[in-house]
Each structure stands twice: as structure tokens, then as C-alpha cells.
């Protein structure tokens, strides 16, 4: 599948290609043919861009996912310590989770806010 997958966006990759040489007004380049028809070299390029786009974008979400994990893990133990502490007020529990969903990390009422 992941095969299918490079190949797929690799031929889109070189349709853009071909738009963008053609508004600069390149017609007789010799790999403006299709995908399909290309050398195995040539759709090695393409895969290559491929290839580093979806590991950049596996970079960037991991360190998202990453950061979710640590403001969830922050969020929990600062409502159970406020918890400990007495501080059951629904109110005040509710903003508590309110901060979680909106991406920020409170901490002893000094908000500090995720950049995203």
C-alpha cells in the first residue's frame, strides 16, 4: 500500500511540475510526457520529494502529538493537585478543562499557552 501510495502522490507531484514549467511557458522540456512514460531515474525524483514531504509532515505531527500528551499530562495533575488542595469548585474545574481544550498549560495560576 505504501508503495501505491509514493507512486500516487509521485505522479501528482510531477503534474505540478509540468503546470508550473508550462506558466513559465516550457513546452519542449523532455520530461514534460507523463508520469507513466517516464525513466525509472527520472520517477526517482519525484518519489525523493515524496518521500521527504510525508517525512516532514511525520515530523511535525509527532512533535504535535507529542505536545498534545504534555498538555493533557499537565492538565490532569494540576486539576488533581487544585483537587487535593480543596479546590472542588465545578466553576473553577470546568476552566480547568476549558484551558486543556484550548491547547494551554496551566500552572499555578500562570497560564502559560502553547504556540501551537
Given at each position: 500500500?505504501?508503495?501505491?501510495?509514493?507512486?500516487?502522490?509521485?505522479?501528482?507531484?510531477?503534474?505540478?511540475?509540468?503546470?508550473?514549467?508550462h506558466k513559465q511557458g516550457v513546452y519542449n522540456h523532455p520530461d514534460d510526457i507523463p508520469y507513466g512514460k517516464l525513466a525509472e531515474n527520472i520517477k526517482e525524483y519525484d518519489r525523493a520529494t515524496v518521500r521527504s514531504v510525508l517525512k516532514a509532515l511525520g515530523d511535525i505531527v509527532g512533535h504535535k502529538m507529542t505536545r498534545i500528551e504534555e498538555i493533557e499530562k499537565a492538565s490532569m495533575e494540576y486539576r488533581k493537585s487544585r483537587e487535593e488542595c480543596g479546590a472542588k469548585d465545578p466553576i473553577l474545574l470546568d476552566e480547568i478543562d476549558n484551558a486543556y481544550f484550548m491547547g494551554a498549560i496551566w500552572a499555578d495560576k500562570h497560564p502559560i499557552y502553547y504556540d501551537g
Open positions: 500500500m505504501e508503495k501505491e501510495i509514493i507512486e500516487y502522490l509521485s505522479e501528482k507531484v510531477h503534474e505540478a511540475w509540468q503546470e508550473e514549467k
